[in-house]
């Protein structure tokens, strides 16, 4: 029987959210990639977990699955447990399965495995033997109880490994036990997987260390999509934009936006005509997660504004409006979006230097580093951005994202059939 | 009904039934001139004498003769077989050449049962109930008409209740009842002040037995194989042991208590005791009243540890043999010749976090056993990840027990620890958690130290003891070391501080009977595996 190209392979992508439902950085990379690989002329289904056909399902009868496009489907997913990795309701279980494996898609790729089930992923792979299974990383919450985060919940030091002992010190209410049936379960499963994706060495490392050293495995970046890839990168007039500094993403505590806040009074110290703009929340909302922040919110003055919420869809628009996007958060990152956009925009980058954020700004090519949770530091970094030259040194440099094609050959690879070289064929 | 010859002679019946068709019983009382002999005897006209299956007599000071020097009075129960529709039934007391008869279908004798037993003597009640354990015929009497309790029921709902533990009750300031797999309770009244040296204690066991499969478990009066009633300076406490022949059968026990702080002076408890492992039981044998509920009374806690050590020498006595011999046969019993058992039983379900992990990996044990045995809180969780794919039998509750004690001597087992398998998946090596069986010997072992000598309601703890003993189990394999092979004390919030070492040192002898030294156990190589 002749070999099947890679790329004539048909493809179910599985994710815990749908994009018209909920932005989330997992789901708007799956459904970019169902987008990108349908107009590719690739042969690919999306089938996401629906929140609202969930809540809507607590109250009266709905349909499990529910196309919500062409081959587009979402799913209830109210069978499930309270933590989400696994179906209460074995039967709401297996009719997803019979459903999924109906669909004889080639290849089966997850980008998530909460809000799926590791029991269906399980059922799934006994009913399809001859599928090829790949599962897409984007975070760690099969390693971390706390949201995937690995942060320590008392004192929020960051967390460098997983053991059962500090996992506990985390939740004192769980039991080792506990978490050895999660990690053995969880563990079990990936291990199957044909392939697995990360879209940073930084989140490969960690579940490495985690135990799935020796799988089969790539860093392949997350596709922003064909529209904003269309969109030309252009140079911004340094002069003008060097000393404009941008925040993107909701002002929860994980994120940073306090460090970004404490370090602009002391950059405008001695640079009056810095400049930063929030984007993604109101004064309100930041104050609601800081209010303590409020007399150097009132300190700031005209140097700080808040934009509101946005569009994904508009983000690299606005990342041009601003001369250097900060990603101050105090967590790890795997892979932000927000950087992608960034560069994307060819607007450079001001990150804390730890995780995914480290990973994909290259110090002195697409951006500065400074000392995580550093406030201090990070007003050196933006009074060290704020020169002109410096922008547009940066400005030059600041790299590109994955592009379609990179992109395709990279999920070729993942997606070529078990025991076989990868047929990689380049896209149209 | 009442029969009267002279001043000296006189009989009464109080009570006559029918436990069967077959069997009948009469309370009464018999007024007997003094030094003649005397005799009972029921008869069935034509049909001959019935014989006396029982006859117990006892004190009736309610009645008194005109005379006590010339005469005494004896109360009686008797129970009597009949034949098939007797057309008479007469009960006759001879008295030297005076014989007296009573008709005993007289419809003015009750023949209530239950209202006769419950408005008895309670003392005369609770002794026939002491005398049915382990006695066929009056052990009937539990059956009586298929009530629970039988012929008792109507008594036992007039006992006073507690289960496992009571505080302020009646003029005890603390009431605990505790049972053990062992087939051990413990009764313990403490009082709120001093207790006087002649109070006593006593008490009939009641246990709920299963029978064959499917059958309702039904009461039954157990014998005890071991008493020990003491007072103490402000308690009064009982251990007793039960038969081991009905342990694998007994489902629940229940505790008739009989107490006499003072001369006349009694209490009467029905005891539904909480079940308890060991280590709690024999630390409760030496708690003292609760602080805020008791009055100090001098050397109330030397006395509950002179009980305690006392309970400690009787369960050696009763077990370390029985251990030394178990451990015996396991060092000669020879090996399944490299095969591996094809029974598992999972123990430590507890955590329906489980069930995930047994539905992910059931081919694991579905491609090395035929039936898995589930043992743990959340063992229906596990269960159904075998029982939706049913390829192989899955057993839990009575039934997984009653598969492993059927195991147990006769073919050997892979015991998986959940947690300890878990452990083994997540190193990527689940193989581990299946090389090291338990031969059937050693499955005899571990359920019998479970029984005598657990130190936790689980089996998953003494399955760690017993391997961590032979030097070989998951602690080892989590890379524990060769000291763990020691005897690891019991953790728990001790009631009497002092009962801690006694108690360690007590457990680590039986769990040490008869064992060789800890030494390396040959692991048995994982059969060649196909598919």
Same mark, same amino acid.
Request: charged share 20%; with cysteine; hydrophobic share 50%.
């Given at each position: 029987m002749a070999e099947v190209p890679a790329a004539d392979r048909s493809v179910c992508i599985l994710a815990h959210s749908h994009p018209d439902f909920s932005k989330g950085g997992g789901e708007m990379a799956a459904h970019r990639q169902f987008l990108a690989m349908r107009a590719a002329g690739r042969r690919a289904v999306f089938v996401g977990a629906c929140d609202v056909g969930t809540q809507y399902a607590a109250q009266r009868p709905i349909e499990q699955i529910i196309e919500h496009g062409e081959d587009d489907y979402v799913f209830a997913f109210a069978g499930m447990a309270e933590d989400r990795l696994g179906w209460e309701d074995p039967y709401q279980r297996r009719m997803m399965v019979e459903f999924l494996a109906g669909l004889r898609s080639d290849v089966y790729h997850f980008h998530h495995y909460w809000r799926l089930g590791v029991d269906l992923i399980h059922d799934l792979m006994e009913a399809r033997p001859d599928a090829t299974f790949v599962m897409t990383l984007h975070e760690m919450l099969a390693i971390c109880l706390h949201h995937g985060q690995m942060i320590k919940t008392r004192s929020r030091e960051l967390c460098r490994r997983e053991s059962p002992l500090s996992c506990l010190a985390c939740f004192p209410d769980q039991t080792l036990e506990r978490f050895a049936f999660r990690k053995a379960t969880l563990l079990t499963i990936m291990r199957r997987f044909d392939h697995i994706i990360y879209p940073s060495e930084f989140v490969r490392a960690r579940y490495e260390a985690w135990g799935l050293k020796g799988r089969p495995s790539s860093v392949l970046e997350n596709y922003l999509g064909d529209e904003l890839m269309a969109t030309p990168r252009m140079q911004c007039d340094a002069e003008r934009m060097a000393a404009r500094f941008g925040f993107f993403g909701q002002p929860t505590p994980f994120k940073g936006l306090d460090i970004l806040l404490r370090a602009l009074p002391l950059a405008l110290r001695e640079d009056p005509g810095i400049t930063v703009t929030v984007f993604g929340a109101e004064r309100e909302d930041v104050l609601r997660f800081f209010p303590v922040l409020e007399?150097?919110?009132?300190?700031?003055?005209?140097?700080?504004?808040?934009?509101?919420?946005?569009?994904?869809?508009?983000?690299?628009?606005?990342?041009?409006?601003?001369?250097?996007?900060?990603?101050?958060? *105090?967590?790890?990152?795997?892979?932000?979006?927000?950087?992608?956009?960034?560069?994307?925009?060819?607007?450079?980058? *001001?990150?804390?230097?730890i995780g995914g954020m480290a990973e994909k700004v290259e110090a002195g090519v697409d951006g500065m580093h400074f000392k995580r949770g550093s406030p201090v530091d990070l007003a050196r970094a933006m009074l060290d951005a704020a020169h002109p030259a410096r922008r547009a040194a940066y400005g030059a440099t600041v790299r590109d994202v994955i592009g379609l094609k990179e992109f395709l050959a990279g999920l070729d690879l993942a997606f070529a059939p078990r025991g076989t070289a990868a047929v990689a064929q380049a896209a149209e | 009904m009442f029969v009267y010859l002279d001043e000296s002679l006189q009989l009464a019946l109080d009570c006559v039934a029918m436990v069967t068709p077959r069997r009948g019983i009469a309370y009464g009382w018999a007024m007997t001139p003094r030094g003649v002999g005397t005799e009972l005897s029921v008869s069935a006209g034509a049909e001959g004498d019935c014989a006396i299956e029982h006859c117990s007599f006892h004190p009736r000071p309610d009645v008194v003769p005109a005379d006590p020097r010339r005469a005494a009075v004896n109360g009686f129960t008797l129970l009597f077989d009949l034949p098939e529709d007797p057309r008479e039934l007469v009960l006759t007391l001879a008295a030297g050449d005076a014989l007296l008869r009573a008709d005993m279908r007289d419809p003015s004798i009750e023949a209530n049962l239950f209202k006769a037993t419950a408005e008895r003597n309670w003392r005369v009640t609770f002794g026939l109930m002491q005398e049915s354990a382990g006695n066929a015929a009056l052990g009937s009497l539990l059956?009586?008409?298929?009530?629970?309790?039988?012929?008792?029921?109507?008594?036992?709902?007039?006992?006073?209740?507690?289960?496992?533990?009571?505080?302020?009750?009646?003029?005890?300031?603390?009431?605990? &009842?505790?049972?053990? &797999?062992?087939?051990?309770?413990?009764?313990?009244?403490?009082? &709120?002040?001093?207790?006087?040296?002649?109070?006593?204690?006593?008490?009939?066991?009641i246990g709920w037995l299963r029978g064959e499969a499917g059958a309702l478990?039904?009461?039954?009066?157990?014998?005890?194989?071991?008493?020990?009633?003491?007072?103490?300076?402000?308690?009064?406490?009982?251990?007793?042991?039960?038969?081991?022949?009905?342990?694998?059968?007994?489902?629940?026990?229940?505790?008739?208590?009989?107490?006499?702080?003072?001369?006349?002076?009694?209490?009467?408890?029905?005891?539904?005791?909480?079940?308890?492992?060991?280590?709690?039981?024999?630390?409760?044998?030496?708690?003292?009243?609760?602080?805020?509920?008791?009055?100090?009374?001098e050397a109330a806690a030397s006395a509950g540890l002179e009980l305690l050590r006392q309970v400690l020498a009787r369960r050696e006595a009763a077990f370390s043999p029985m251990l030394g011999a178990l451990a015996a046969h396991g060092a000669t019993a020879e090996p399944g010749a490299g095969r591996l058992p094809r029974l598992a039983l999972i123990l430590g379900a507890d955590d329906p976090m489980a069930g995930r992990l047994f539905h992910v990996t059931a081919a694991e044990f579905e491609r090395r056993c035929d039936t898995v045995l589930v043992m743990g809180a959340a063992a229906d969780d596990v269960a159904q990840a075998f029982a939706r794919r049913g390829l192989v039998e899955v057993m839990v509750g009575v039934e997984a027990t009653q598969a492993l004690r059927e195991a147990a001597g006769r073919a050997g087992i892979i015991a998986v620890d959940a947690a300890a398998f878990a452990e083994a998946v997540a190193a990527g090596t689940p193989e581990r958690a299946f090389s090291r069986p338990l031969d059937a010997a050693e499955v005899a072992r571990l359920l019998a130290l479970h029984a005598v000598a657990g130190c936790a309601p689980a089996l998953t703890d003494s399955l760690q003891r017993l391997l961590r003993a032979r030097g070989g189990g998951p602690a080892e394999a989590r890379g524990a070391s060769h000291r763990d092979a020691r005897f690891t004390p019991v953790q728990r919030a001790w009631g009497n501080r002092h009962a801690a070492e006694l108690v360690n040192a007590h457990l680590q002898r039986l769990w040490s009977a008869g064992a060789a030294p800890a030494a390396p156990h040959a692991i048995l190589p994982e059969p060649a595996l196909h598919g």
């Open positions: 007399p150097v919110i009132e300190a700031s003055g005209q140097s700080l504004s808040f934009a509101g919420r946005y569009d994904p869809l508009d983000a690299v628009e606005l990342m041009r409006s601003v001369g250097w996007a900060v990603v101050p958060s *105090i967590w790890w990152e795997n892979s932000p979006v927000v950087i992608q956009e960034a560069r994307r925009a060819g607007t450079p980058l *001001i990150v804390a230097d | 059956r009586y008409q298929g009530r629970p309790f039988g012929a008792f029921a109507d008594w036992m709902a007039r006992l006073p209740l507690v289960r496992g533990r009571a505080e302020n009750f009646g003029q005890l300031a603390e009431v605990e &009842a505790l049972t053990a &797999a062992s087939g051990e309770v413990l009764v313990m009244l403490r009082a &709120a002040g001093a207790v006087p040296r002649e109070a006593e204690i006593g008490a009939a066991i478990a039904e009461p039954v009066l157990l014998p005890l194989a071991d008493w020990h009633g003491t007072r103490m300076p402000a308690a009064l406490g009982g251990y007793g042991r039960l038969e081991p022949a009905v342990l694998d059968r007994l489902q629940s026990v229940e505790v008739i208590v009989r107490a006499e702080l003072r001369p006349g002076e009694e209490v009467w408890l029905r005891c539904q005791p909480g079940p308890a492992t060991v280590p709690d039981l024999l630390d409760a044998a030496c708690r003292t009243t609760a602080a805020a509920l008791a009055l100090p009374v």
